[in-house]
Nanobody, 124 residues
Framework: EVQLVESGGGLVHTGGSLRLSCAASGFPFDDYTIAWFRQAPGKEREGVSCIGISDDSTFYANSVKGRFTISSDNAKNTVNLQMNGLKPEDTAVYYC?????????????????WGKGTLVTVSS
């Protein structure tokens, strides 16, 4: 079965850290770019970060640059998103997604596979 499963969400205070994980199965992991999106209540879904599995090329949205770090563990077919210096505006449901179109990895319409999401809440 083709799937992406997110984990690691939760409640954290401003300035805290969380590490999200995305476990992939059922498709050729190395051929894809894995992306993280987020959607806050009442807002559009936003591309946060992505990583090309074959070459480790990365992208970060300006809103998270310097605070979030994306990495892949190819042996475990897993992508992690380390989130430091969290702010209340980072509160959202975070989704993992996969695409073969790396150059469009921040565009939700380019995604082929989606996870169900994990909630991150940052309290002030």
């Amino acid at each position: 079965e083709v799937q992406l499963v997110e984990s690691g969400g939760g409640l954290v205070h401003t300035g805290g850290s969380l590490r999200l994980s995305c476990a992939a199965s059922g498709f050729p992991f190395d051929d894809y770019t894995i992306a993280w999106f987020r959607q806050a209540p009442g807002k559009e879904r936003e591309g946060v970060s992505c990583i090309g599995i074959s070459d480790d090329s990365t992208f970060y949205a300006n809103s998270v640059k310097g605070r979030f770090t994306i990495s892949s563990d190819n042996a475990k077919n897993t992508v992690n998103l380390q989130m430091n210096g969290l702010k209340p505006e980072d509160t959202a449901v975070y989704y993992c997604a996969a695409t073969v179109m790396h150059r469009l990895c921040a565009r939700d319409y380019a995604m082929d596979i989606w996870g169900k999401g994990t909630l991150v809440t940052v309290s002030s």
